[in-house]
């Protein structure tokens, strides 16, 4: 069942016109860490709504599956769901129903939501660049490096736990966690902070990622609970663009491998035990040369705060996600040149005191560490984006902003025996 009436409603809730506001109440990516939570009834503040899970048996379900399609938009699923025939399985047999995604449509924000049930206001990644105040510097969160990929604990005496240190959710969980993620990953910094609880497997392809999550689930003699990322769609899509068909054939590929290890080989009994949800993050908009701006060109340095060593602190967030630190008594200036620079993208330009009005970042409690990240200008492109670096600007699809085609996600939920008929 695809839940498209639900997808309207959630599209007609603009914050400006074309800008779709996060659904924090109820229909937000944002509460899917704390679905999971209460499906090993666990304590969760906030689970998506139960019509979710229409149609779905939830009550004998011992062991959860999220696979989470990075950059797997809800109108990409619609889009590509004639042509690959798990799609199909999913509209027919499962249960899809539309989210939002968070504020920012970021990965570094979401994941570091997934990961921990709480929203940027509260753990205050709000982007991939960062400017820490501890430690003096701007970095790249989810590397956990430098702008020139050094990384932090190279640079400080400090690790991840500076960048984000709330509670993860595998820690909460009463099952057990599995994090089944690309080779390399739960190696970085920010993965042994914001993971804390888990175990981790890793993967060279998606195929073996896929197979792992069901040798993981054949072997569990306990509740568990299995996060397969896939990095996989977004990255081609970034390089290509979410329409070219490289992309498309990276989704059939990845569509493919969790058809045949997660679903069709696993042990029927153990099917009937699990239930799988197919999720995204966020989805991608494309850009073209002509809505494609470079931030060193813009006259911004003059009305950006310093940093420790006196420099300006570059744009932070990220490409789609403009986020300005304004000198004492430059604010107007800097919206006013933020304003003319960036006329192609046709931008909503909020100040802080908007946005947090929004609650464009969440609507629980700012915690000290989102009020000291929190921007003072906030740029968000209606169309294409900007960055400062030659392989930034060379991108195609990029996400971030609040574009339909990036605010919304699918939530597929099934237990597997359904999706084996």
Same mark, same amino acid.
Not at 38 to 63: I, K, N, Q
Not at 225 to 252: F, W
């Given at each position: 069942?695809?839940?498209? $009436?639900? !997808? ?7 914050? !400006? ?28 503040? #906030? ?10 048996? +939830? ?49 570094? *924000?979401?994941?570091? +939501? ?25 970095? @790249? ?23 984000? $240190? ?14 089944? /993620? ?13 993971? #804390?609880?888990?175990?981790? #497997? ?5 195929? @073996? ?10 072997? *569990? ?33 990845? &569509? ?12 029927? *009994? ?37 940093? /420790?060593?006196?420099?300006?602190? #570059? ?7 403009? @986020? ?8 107007? *200036? ?11 993208? $046709? ?15 969440? $609507? ?47 939530? /597929?939920?099934?237990?597997?025996? &359904?999706?084996?008929?």
């Amino acid at each position: 069942m695809l839940r498209t $009436d639900l !997808a309207a409603t959630l599209r007609e809730d603009e914050l !400006a016109p074309g800008m779709v506001r996060p659904a924090w109440e109820d229909y937000s990516f944002g509460n899917v860490a704390d679905t999971v939570l209460s499906l090993f009834d666990d304590d969760a503040r #906030r689970p998506l709504p139960e019509d979710v899970f229409d149609g779905v048996d +939830t009550e004998g379900v011992e062991h959860v599956v999220v696979a989470l399609v990075d950059g797997f938009g809800w109108n990409h699923f619609r889009r590509a769901r004639p042509d690959h025939p798990f799609l199909g399985t999913l509209a027919e047999r499962a249960t899809v129903t539309p989210l939002t995604s968070i504020y920012p449509s970021e990965t570094a *924000a979401a994941i570091t +939501t997934h990961n921990t049930a709480t929203q940027p206001v509260e753990h205050g990644v709000l982007g991939w660049w960062a400017y820490s105040e501890e430690l003096g510097t701007t970095l @790249q969160t989810l590397p956990f490096a430098d702008a020139d990929d050094e990384p932090i604990a190279h640079l400080h005496d400090t690790d991840a736990s500076v960048l984000v $240190d709330e509670r993860s959710v595998y820690d909460r969980l009463s099952g057990d966690s599995m994090i089944v /993620a690309p080779a390399g990953q739960a190696d970085s910094s920010y993965s042994r902070q914001a993971t #804390r609880g888990a175990r981790h #497997r890793d993967y060279h392809n998606v195929a @073996q990622g896929a197979y792992r999550v069901r040798e993981e689930l054949a072997a *569990a003699t306990d509740p568990t609970y299995c996060y397969l990322y896939v990095p996989s769609v977004d990255s081609l899509a970034h390089y290509a663009g979410v329409a070219h068909p490289e992309t498309d054939a990276q989704l059939g590929y990845v &569509l493919n491998a969790l058809k045949r290890e997660v679903v069709e080989l696993l042990d029927p *009994a153990v099917a009937e035990r699990t239930l799988l949800v197919v999720t995204a993050d966020h989805g991608e908009v494309d850009a073209t040369p002509e809505t494609t701006v470079d931030l060193r060109e813009l006259a911004l340095d003059e009305h950006l705060r310093r940093d /420790a060593n006196g420099d300006p602190i #570059r744009p932070l967030g990220g490409p789609r996600n403009l @986020q300005f630190h304004a000198r004492e008594g430059h604010r107007d *200036a800097l919206v006013a040149a933020i304003e003319t620079g960036l006329d192609p993208l $046709d931008p909503l330009v909020v100040t802080r005191e908007e946005l947090l009005a929004e609650n464009l970042f969440g $609507d629980r409690e700012p915690s000290e560490r989102f009020e000291r990240r929190c921007p003072d200008v906030l740029a968000v492109p209606r169309h294409g984006f900007a960055d400062m670096s030659d392989e930034g600007l060379s991108y195609v699809g990029m996400h971030g902003g609040m574009h339909p085609d990036e605010m919304l996600v699918p939530f /597929a939920a099934a237990t597997i025996d &359904l999706l084996q008929e």
